[in-house]
């Protein structure tokens, strides 16, 4: 089983740049792919970025590529999403999310992840 607890959230300007981190615990976080998903309210959750087992790979929404960047430290148990020049549409509460049993192609299908954070705020002020 793995837990994930996302830090980091908060309010920002527009222009303005957040890093959220999401910790995880268990001796499996290595073997897992990793993905942060958000919702804004009235909205579904939607796929943010995602990263590979061994941090190699990475994958982006159109919609944050260029401005977001997901990292990994599998030492620390930590996956990391850096986002920059946020907009009043990245407000939402952003997720982390495990892929246990990731393939050669990185999910961007809720479906796929099987464990989930309990979510950060992120509100961007314009």
């Not at 260029?66 to 020049?85: H, W």
């Not at 946020?86 to 407000?91: A, I, R």
């Not at 997720?95 to 509100?123: E, H, K, N």
């Amino acid at each position: 089983q793995v837990q994930l607890v996302e830090s980091g959230g908060g309010l920002v300007q527009a222009g303005g740049s957040l890093r959220l981190s999401c910790a995880a615990s268990g001796r499996t976080f290595s073997n897992c792919a990793m993905g942060w998903f958000r919702q804004a309210p009235g909205k579904e959750r939607e796929f943010v970025a995602a990263i590979s087992r061994s941090g190699s790979g990475t994958y982006y929404a159109d919609s944050v590529k260029g401005r977001f960047t997901i990292s990994r430290d599998n030492a620390k148990n930590t996956v990391y999403l850096q986002m920059n020049s946020l907009q009043p549409e990245d407000t939402a509460v952003y997720y982390c999310a495990a892929d246990l049993f990731p393939s050669t192609i990185i999910s961007t299908m809720r479906s796929q992840y099987d464990y989930w954070g309990q979510g950060t705020q992120v509100t961007v002020s314009s």
